[in-house]
């Protein structure tokens, strides 16, 4: 019996010997596989880096010749050309604003990824009511009005105030472009337990459902004109979505083509 024991005790033995090697060879695959994909990793964010770098110079080098193309064409109208040749420099004209516009879009996006925020205390009643002031004459031309509510009691929090602007700006300017006339839009402020919430609320044609899923995405499929044919690039969404995840915040939506949409975004309260 004892005979029969001490083989067990040494078959086990041996196989747990060769369980310990198995299990280390693994272990050294896994490893091996680890430094292969951290590899990978670092290449690609190398190549992102140098992508982002050649965008942001491609940008700045078209950014002045349409600039000045912009700038003289709108001084062009003004002078004496027959209907035809107006109707032709209107038509540079916007063409060479939307150029503008997308450049700034395309700089602001791959800076965003990038750029360290410089973060400070901010009233965020009066960034709101700052922001809503500067957008109201741009609803007025769709006559829409804009309502504001504001917290209760001022509320500081520690954010990048030029990059908070923008994401409120975007959204507003959102609800104005995707509205009809003589609609209002909602903005409001919610004070919540660790966070501050706001709101942007319109009564405008909505996300379809099959767009829903690609709304945040860069260069999205989901761009459409606004109500009056305004121009959409797909990329404003997506960089408020990368400005509030570097401020731990989050945004979302609820929408549907009958009763328009909400966008909300939060921050965090700064802790005490």
Known sequence: MAVIIIFLVFRNLKRSKLDVVAVKVLNDQINDQ????????????????????????????????????ASLTSVMTEDDYTAEQKEQLN?????????????????????????????????????????????????A????????????????LLMSREKIWRVISNLISNAIKFSQANTQIVVWAKNLESEVQISVKDQGIGIPE?????????????KRPGT?????????????????????????????????????????????
């Open 34 to 69: 680890n430094n292969h994909l951290e590899y990978a990793l670092d290449e690609l964010k190398l190549k992102s880096q140098e992508k982002d770098r050649i965008l942001r110079t491609v940008v700045h080098d078209l950014r002045n010749p349409i600039g000045g193309i």
């Open 91 to 139: 038509l540079i004209k916007e063409t060479s604003f939307n150029s503008l516009e997308l450049i700034n879009e395309i700089l602001e996006a791959t800076n965003t990824a990038t750029a360290k925020l410089n973060k400070e205390l901010v009233d965020i009643n009066a960034l709101l009511s700052n922001s809503v002031e500067l957008l109201r004459f741009k609803a």
């Open 141 to 156: 031309e769709k006559k829409q009005v804009i309502k504001l509510e504001l917290l209760d009691n001022t509320q500081e």
């Open 210 to 222: 099959k767009l829903k899923s690609q709304v945040f995405n860069m260069f999205t499929d989901a």
């Open 228 to 272: 009056e044919g305004e121009k959409s690039f797909g990329l404003g969404l997506s960089i408020c979505q990368q400005i509030l995840e570097k401020h731990d915040g989050r945004i979302w939506f609820d929408s549907d083509t009958e009763d328009g949409t909400t966008f909300y975004f939060s921050l965090p309260k700064t802790k005490s």
